[in-house]
Structure formats: structure tokens, C-alpha cells
């Protein structure tokens, strides 16, 4: 025998539990598509300029590590961190016309040209070219980085 009442409707609970969670993946998939939408529009020039200055400083830091003080293994990644310092300016277009930031770049542009116009021979050398070069960096990032 069975106990199943004839009059009784079937509940709605399915349905509305698969809405509710067809809900939650769509929502899910258009938010991470607005997410990427919106970094798409986002400018990533200062991001990458700052990531390749600072591969750069590891590789000199590893070199030295590994006491690999000569001029061709450092002068390669000193003439990089030289030339990235042109872009900047560039890169961080509404400081351009902040004294403090005018003030950083240009002393990260004069001890890239000190270092490169002298390169260290020595590891104690690359240690002090890299510590000069690291509080040009460090005296902007404490102005400007979030």
C-alpha cells in the first residue's frame, strides 16, 4: 500500500533550487567577465616598467650572490635599468609635474649614470651600486606607492 496522497501537489523546491544556482553561475561568469573587462581598459605600462627594473635588480642581486661581479655579467642589466629609466616619466604621466617625483626620477636616472658609466668590477662594488640605485627607488616608492 501506498501512503501517497492523491491531492497533494509536487513542491516547486527543485525548480526553484536550479534557478537559484544557475543564478549564482551566470552572475559569477559575468562578474569575472566585467573584472576583465574592466583591466583590459586599465594602462599596465607603470606595472610593467616597475616589474622589469625590479627582474633586473634581482638579477644583479643573484649575480652578486653568486660572485659574478664582472663587467659582463652587470653591465648587460645596468644599461637595462638605464634605459627603462628614460620611460619614467612616461609612465607615470600625472606626477610628471610633481617636484618630488621630478626630483626621484632624475636621481634614478644619475646613479644609473654613475653606475653605468662606471661599472663595479667587484661584488662589494655591484653592493654599492645597488644600494645607491635601491634608495632612488626607495625615496619614490615612499612618496608615490600606495
Not at 559575468?30 to 622589469?52: G, I, S
Not at 653591465?75 to 627603462?84: C, D, S
Not at 644619475?110 to 645597488?130: H, I, R, S, W, Y
Request: aromatic letters at 6%; proline letters at 5%.
Amino acid at each position: 500500500m501506498s501512503s501517497i496522497d492523491p491531492n497533494r501537489r509536487p513542491s516547486n523546491f527543485g525548480r526553484y533550487l536550479f534557478l537559484l544556482l544557475l543564478g549564482l553561475v551566470l552572475g559569477a561568469v559575468a562578474t569575472v567577465m566585467a573584472l576583465r573587462a574592466l583591466n583590459e581598459r586599465k594602462d599596465h605600462f607603470p606595472e610593467a616598467l616597475m616589474h622589469v627594473q625590479q627582474w633586473h635588480m634581482g638579477q644583479l642581486k643573484g649575480d652578486m650572490e653568486q660572485n659574478r661581479c664582472n663587467a659582463t655579467d652587470i653591465l648587460p642589466h645596468l644599461q637595462a635599468l638605464r634605459m627603462t629609466a628614460n620611460d619614467l616619466d612616461a609612465a607615470f604621466p600625472a606626477l610628471r609635474d610633481d617636484q618630488r617625483f621630478a626630483a626621484a626620477s632624475s636621481a634614478m636616472r644619475a646613479a644609473m649614470d654613475k653606475a653605468v658609466a662606471n661599472p663595479p668590477l667587484t661584488c662589494e662594488g655591484v653592493g654599492a651600486a645597488m644600494k645607491d640605485i635601491g634608495e632612488t627607488c626607495k625615496g619614490c616608492h615612499q612618496d608615490f606607492r600606495g
